[in-house]
């Protein structure tokens, strides 16, 4: 039996804008118990209160799911993105196909700009590391000499990968714009590895040492 967060969930899904009475009718409580479960649903960020005038008196609050409560139910993202790079894949010209893969890296790098251009190897990557969190990259780095690696131990999109291996370098070229040196991948998930890591080959004064 489904508990009274999740009946009146699934009643926002089915009627956006309901007030509190309407719920309660659905959801078959009184109007103090739905409202106190309502303050709860907000307090988890999935559900969204506007109020509404409706003629004369006290305005009313209209209640609907928040984007967080549309993720509670059930979803099938990773169907439609591996159909969507299956039909790129198929249709598109291996170099474009390419050249869109940069594209989304470029991308993905704007969307997470270093504070600083300027600032030392180690720190960007320790900055970039907190930014890259809210998407579900946990990665860390180390340095010997003038070798830095970079340590990523999940992978946000592994089972779009196990499909679409090409979707590895959108990783690489994003650290490369937003590091500015160039990457080397020397482990993946994919292929075996415990983790995905990248090199960064330094000269003595932190730039890059071409070999």
Do not use: W
């Not at 999740?6 to 956006?16: A, F, G, H, M, S």
Request: net charge neutral.
């Amino acid at each position: 039996m489904r508990s009274t967060k999740e009946r009146i969930l699934n009643t926002l899904l089915n009627k956006q804008n309901s007030t509190i009475g309407e719920l309660a009718d659905v959801v078959g409580i009184n109007g103090i118990s739905v409202r106190h479960h309502l303050i709860n649903l907000q307090a988890e960020g999935l559900i969204t209160a506007e109020e509404e005038r409706h003629g004369v008196g006290r305005p009313r609050f209209i209640y609907k799911l928040s984007d967080k409560g549309y993720e509670q139910f059930p979803s099938n993202y990773l169907g439609l993105t591996n159909l969507l790079l299956d039909v790129m894949r198929s249709d598109l010209p291996k170099k474009q196909f390419e050249t869109l893969m940069v594209k989304i890296g470029q991308r993905m790098a704007e969307t997470n700009m270093i504070s600083e251009p300027d600032l030392p190897i180690e720190a960007k990557i320790a900055e970039l590391s907190l930014k890259l969190a809210k998407g579900g990259f946990r990665i860390s780095h180390e340095r010997e000499g003038n070798l830095v690696t970079i340590h990523s131990k999940n992978c946000p999109y592994h089972r779009i990968g196990v499909q679409h291996p090409e979707i590895c370098q959108v990783d690489q070229i994003m650290f490369q714009a937003l590091l500015g040196n160039t990457i080397n991948q020397v482990g993946c998930m994919l292929t075996g590895d415990k983790e995905c890591r990248f090199e960064i080959k330094l000269d003595e004064n932190g730039k890059d040492r071409q070999e």
